[in-house]
Each structure stands twice: as C-alpha cells, then as structure tokens.
C-alpha cells in the first residue's frame, strides 16, 4: 500500500469510528437524554474519536520536501 492508500484507510477507519459516537450522541439529544450515564458515555467516546481524528490530520508522518539535508 502507498503512504496515500494507508493515510485514506486509517482516515476513514477513524471517520467512522467519530461519524458513530456523533450519531449515537443525537440520538440521545433527540431522546432528550442529556443527562446520566449513558450521555457521559457517549460524550466521552464522541470526544475521544474527535481528538483522535485531529490528531491524526495534523501529524506530520510524511517528508518535508522543502528542507535540504
């Protein structure tokens, strides 16, 4: 696999995994469940796979092209 193909492959992976926690937030918000254990359940994990998506687009795992050895 390129270093494209593996950067779409776990972008996606985690794009679901966000998109999920986010639906599953709604619900509850649609539910009128803003409270108890499973609203801090689920904030947790929606939190928790928005940072991981941020974290993964603003990690530099590719080579600057522009910096001379």
Same mark, same amino acid.
């Given at each position: #696999? ?9 972008? $996606? @992976? !985690? #794009? ?7 639906? @599953? #937030?709604?619900? !509850?918000?649609?539910?009128?469940? !803003?409270?108890?254990? @499973? *609203?801090?359940?689920?904030? =947790? *994990? =929606? $939190?928790?796979?928005?940072?991981? *998506? ?16």
């Amino acid at each position: #696999m390129t270093s494209t193909d593996d950067f779409r492959f776990h972008a $996606h @992976e !985690l #794009m679901v995994d966000l998109d999920a926690a986010t639906a @599953e #937030m709604m619900k !509850l918000i649609s539910a009128h469940q !803003l409270s108890g254990p @499973e *609203w801090e359940r689920v904030t =947790q *994990w =929606q $939190h928790e796979a928005y940072e991981r *998506w941020m974290t993964y687009l603003n990690k530099r795992s590719y080579p600057d092209h522009n910096v001379t050895p």
